[in-house]
């Protein structure tokens, strides 16, 4: 097996360390060699001429649906899908079934990781059950791996609640990730409130269902002085309480996905199914702050918020149908799109999708330095493909993606100098 790899014409992008220039890179023994090294005589020489070297991508928000749900994804294909999509680490979140709130459901998902393509890094949920009635056990969970807590998938309403967990959470240097959503406004909704839902026929949520939410998750942790962490934002009314919130010194990080950058509630027409996801997809006028977000350090991370669903959810009525859509195997060509419309630069493509999510949950990663685990990720920007249903890589193909002209995306992926995936042409 080789164990020596050297990385040469490539461009190296590790904004950690301030470097953006063309090198080569040596990886030894699964290490990132220090600069001036001698390349083993057995090492294995790649051209990387016209490819990005950058610190491996962390995706923070995925489903893997393993306990209870691997008809959709488990734990091997989800993760078999994070290195065709360039990532070397993925969390995974907890609604299970059963849920995440406990060890016994943490080692399972550990060990199952033990066969798979990227580090697994499990999140717990905020809650016993995700009822959101009483605090699950941090302290037992962090002892057998999670690395933050989140009852993603329904809100924590209960605000005594929310607060005790932003406490007990920073007591054990977990980060709290929340799902910021008020149902009294949302309930019975399934695609954005506006025109668009009015014309179709379909109940609406209103932005405002989100931005409640953040307000209270800001001014919880602007209270306590604790941290907390907003996922998937789609609105500019959120938007703009985070970046406020930010600008007073509220300790709070926010996340936004692909889809809400790239597409708008127009995707629905027709009654698409693959469109459908909670948050749902909002106005251009949201995508367009979103993007400004992205550009202005607004949001910290892009995440894939990767949710499959088997055509048996999916193939309904649409009132019927389960929220979300696969995301780890665009988001590389997604986000380059950004930064062909010149919105962000390569060094913030890389602090979104690797720096930033492994210093939010704490987990190692982000960059290239020397003596650190060699999780890289070696990225075509120029590559154009079609993405097709036949070349999903995912147990599920939900995804309103298919059949779209992408360009750039991860020809090579690699945990721990052990290569996870490569691109055949």
Not at 40 to 57: H, K, Q, T, Y
Not at 91 to 120: F, H, K, S, W
Request: charged content about 20%; some cysteine; hydrophobic content about 40%.
């Amino acid at each position: 097996m080789t164990t020596s790899w050297l990385f040469e014409n490539g461009r190296i992008i590790d904004p950690r360390r301030g470097i953006d220039r063309p090198g080569s890179l040596l990886i030894v023994d699964g290490v990132i060699a220090a600069e001036g090294t001698a390349v083993p005589s057995e090492a294995r020489r790649i051209d990387a001429a016209g490819c990005w070297l950058v610190p491996g991508l962390i995706d923070m928000h995925v489903h893997l649906r393993e306990p209870g749900q691997e008809y959709k994804e488990d734990v091997v294909s989800g993760t078999r899908a994070a290195a065709a999509g360039g990532f070397t680490g993925v969390a995974c979140m907890p609604n299970t079934r059963p849920v995440n709130d406990c060890r016994a459901v943490t080692v399972q998902i550990l060990e199952r990781a033990r066969q798979g393509y990227a580090r697994v890094y499990p999140v717990g949920a905020i809650s016993k059950g995700s009822r959101g009635e009483q605090l699950a056990e941090y302290g037992e969970m962090k002892d057998a791996g999670v690395v933050a807590v989140s009852d993603d998938g329904v809100p924590v309403l209960d605000s005594q609640l929310m607060r005790r967990a932003l406490e007990y959470a920073g007591d054990h240097h977990l980060a709290v990730i929340s799902h910021s959503e008020e149902v009294a406004l949302s309930r019975h909704g399934v695609m954005n409130e506006g025109l668009t839902a009015t014309r179709m026929g379909l109940m609406g949520i209103p932005t405002a269902a989100e931005a409640i939410m953040v307000y209270r998750e800001i001014a919880l942790a602007e209270y306590t002085g604790r941290p907390v962490h907003v996922a998937h934002v789609s609105t500019a009314m959120a938007t703009e309480l985070i970046r406020s919130a930010k600008a007073r010194g509220v300790r709070v990080t926010a996340e936004t996905a692909p889809h809400y950058f790239t597409l708008t509630e127009e995707a629905v027409q027709g009654y698409n199914t693959n469109a459908k996801m909670n948050p749902p997809l909002r106005t251009e006028a949201d995508r367009q702050a979103i993007r400004q977000g992205l550009a202005d350090g607004t949001f910290d991370a892009i995440a894939t918020d990767h949710a499959p669903h088997s055509q048996l959810e999916k193939e309904v009525e649409f009132d019927l149908a389960a929220n979300g859509i696969i995301g780890l195997e665009t988001a590389v060509p997604l986000t380059l799109a950004l930064v062909r419309e010149g919105v962000i630069g390569p060094g913030r493509f890389v602090e979104l999708l690797s720096v930033n999510p492994a210093r939010i949950l704490g987990v190692p990663g982000g960059t290239l330095s020397p003596d650190s685990s060699a999780d890289l990720t070696v990225i075509n920007p120029e590559l154009a493909f079609v993405y097709t249903r036949e070349s999903v890589v995912s147990k599920s193909k939900n995804s309103p993606f298919l059949g779209w002209n992408l360009q750039g995306r991860a020809v090579m992926t690699m945990v721990a100098g052990r290569q996870t995936f490569t691109l055949n042409r």
